[in-house]
């Protein structure tokens, strides 16, 4: 899959590289436009911005930075311009030492705490096929644009592993426990129109560029508003998903990683691993 390389930044942007002293974003890039306060979060970890360790560790990472530096608004994108996410690294799972496993779910569970509570006002512009783990970090945000002709929803019942309780929670809370249902027990993937039509998404686009001044228009209707009142309004508005999966947090990671070890799920897994590489 190609990745553009042109120039993305214009006069006003800062691209914000370094996280701590000895880290830079690799998976990744954050930009400041310093004229709005908004950055934008691209995705760049090719071919399809599988979520490993790493990449986990760098969202995590420009999240907090984001929430730190109090930035007006986060956009999360992708610079391909066919995949926004295929979600969990599916080789983070298959066959997986068991501390490792462990800790890498821990650090999902981090990342989505921290996006889904975070006082940033945040959008995602889904410009490409957003699977599994990358619709869970879509529907983390506040609001959806997704580019036509693209297809997004969770398929945990098609690769063969449960779909978790905090995916299931995000899921539910953008569109309700019915139609959650109806799509999760099949794993069933929407096209960008249909997720339009369940409200999946909030709007359908021509193409990125569009996406991007949609969500920024959702960001800047926040300009008159107190960003402190906003963002405590919108932790009490989520607290009730957070809390609950606070407090079950270890007891649902240690029971995924005995799942996921089980002989089933490792055969699912390889199986559908084996059908990627087959069907070029
Ligand atoms: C708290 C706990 C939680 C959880 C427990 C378990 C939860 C799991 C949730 C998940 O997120 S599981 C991951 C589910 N994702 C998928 O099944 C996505 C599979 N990928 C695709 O459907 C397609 O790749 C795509 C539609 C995203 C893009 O299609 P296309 O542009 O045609 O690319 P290719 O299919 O040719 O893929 C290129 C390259 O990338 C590899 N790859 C694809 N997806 C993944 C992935 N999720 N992890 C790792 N690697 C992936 C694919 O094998 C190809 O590799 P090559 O070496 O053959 O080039």
Request: include cysteine; hydrophobic fraction near 40%; charged fraction near 25%.
């Amino acid at each position: 899959m190609a990745f553009r390389t042109k120039n993305l930044f214009e006069k006003t942007t800062k691209l914000v590289r370094s996280y701590s002293s000895d880290k830079i974003y690799t998976h990744m890039s954050l930009t400041l436009n310093e004229q709005t306060g908004i950055a934008t979060l691209e995705l760049a970890k090719p071919p399809v911005n599988s979520m490993s360790f790493g990449f986990l560790s760098q969202l995590a990472a420009a999240v907090q930075q984001s929430e730190a530096d109090k930035y007006k608004g986060l956009i999360i994108t992708s610079r391909s311009s066919g995949v926004f996410s295929a979600g969990l690294d599916l080789k983070e799972l298959h066959h997986p030492d068991s501390d490792r496993i462990l800790n890498y779910l821990r650090r999902l569970q981090d990342v989505w705490f921290q996006l889904y509570d975070c006082s940033t006002p945040t959008a995602a512009v889904i410009n490409g096929h957003s699977i599994a783990g990358g619709c869970l970090l879509a529907l983390s945000c506040e609001y959806r644009v997704m580019v036509n002709s693209f297809k997004i929803g969770m398929n945990e019942a098609l690769v063969g592993v449960p779909v978790s309780p905090m995916f299931i929670a995000c899921m539910q809370s953008v569109i309700g426990q019915w139609e959650a249902e109806k799509a999760l027990l099949v794993g069933r993937l929407f096209t960008s129109e249909e997720a339009l039509g369940v409200g999946l998404v909030d709007e359908v686009v021509g193409g990125k560029s569009e996406g991007v001044c949609k969500a920024e228009g959702y960001l800047a209707g926040f300009r008159e508003v107190s960003a402190r009142a906003r963002g405590l309004s919108k932790r009490y508005l989520r607290q009730e998903v957070v809390r609950d999966l606070v407090r079950r947090r270890e007891e649902d990671v240690k029971k995924l990683v005995e799942i996921i070890s089980s002989r089933g799920v490792q055969d699912s897994l390889g199986e559908h691993l084996e059908r990627m590489k087959n069907k070029k």
